[in-house]
């Protein structure tokens, strides 16, 4: 089997999606594994962002997405740094493995702002300081629909609070496949995707929204990788 860079890997949200199952039950790699890699990696991109005063809002969706900044923010809290987790949704709604992260975080003394909005949003860029950093953990590669108005409200707040943000693995609202938008997308300063490259990345507004990209070692085996990915898009 011919080795390929990460870079070279092009992947479908179909094929993300068999990834996550096949890593289990081929490879015994289990969710949770990929989420603690996923997380750490999230983790040392933004601290190459952040000074060590920055505050980081970390913004959670209730899927794994969300679950993934969660284990960021344990891994920025033991470097030191100031974090606050937020979500526009409640903690009862969120995905098994998310619940699981958040019990870890609550321990640690982080807590969630539930049902964080604009307003919220515009209010902590008001007493935030320039070098503060927002990590964008709403949505992942899954997302296929439109979003709720107030949902698009948050992220054009995010973009106007001219604070540099780190995205989890895709900006939130850009769909993986086509690399249109749902209704919204955010600006990233830099995204952190995992596995490879996204097939949506090709186009235009994604290219926009993305700033730098880097690619996300979660320890799937190469081989699987591989075997999944597809041509890269024209």
């Not at 990834?19 to 983790?43: F, H, K, Q």
């Not at 987790?85 to 702002?113: C, D, N, V, Y």
């Not at 730098?212 to 591989?226: C, K, N, T, W, Y």
Request: hydrophobic share 40%.
């Amino acid at each position: 089997m011919e080795w390929k860079p990460a870079e070279a890997l092009w992947f479908s949200r179909d094929a993300l999606r068999q990834i996550d199952t096949r890593a289990a039950a081929d490879y015994g790699l289990e969710p949770a594994v990929l989420m603690e890699n996923a997380g750490r990696e999230l983790a040392l991109i933004t601290r190459k962002y952040a000074e060590p005063t920055s505050q980081i809002l970390i913004l959670t969706g209730k899927g794994n997405n969300g679950g993934d900044g969660m284990v960021a923010a344990r891994h920025l809290t033991n470097a030191g740094h100031d974090v606050r987790l937020a979500s526009p949704w409640t903690a009862a709604e969120l995905s098994t493995l998310a619940a699981g992260q958040l019990k870890t975080t609550r321990a640690m003394g982080i807590p969630l702002q539930e049902g964080f909005g604009a307003a919220a949003m515009a209010a902590w860029r008001d007493n935030s300081a320039v070098h503060d950093v927002v990590i964008d953990c709403l949505f992942g590669s899954g997302l296929r629909r439109p979003m709720d108005t107030t949902i698009c409200e948050l992220i054009a707040a995010v973009n106007d609070s001219m604070r540099r943000v780190i995205s989890c693995d895709i900006p939130s609202g850009l769909d993986c496949d086509t690399g249109t938008t749902w209704g919204a997308c955010i600006c990233a300063a830099h995204t952190v995707s995992y596995c490879g490259m996204k097939m949506g990345f090709h186009h235009p507004t994604a290219m926009a929204s993305l700033g730098q990209l880097s690619i996300g070692d979660i320890g799937v085996p190469r081989p699987l990788l591989i075997e999944l990915a597809s041509p890269e898009p024209d």
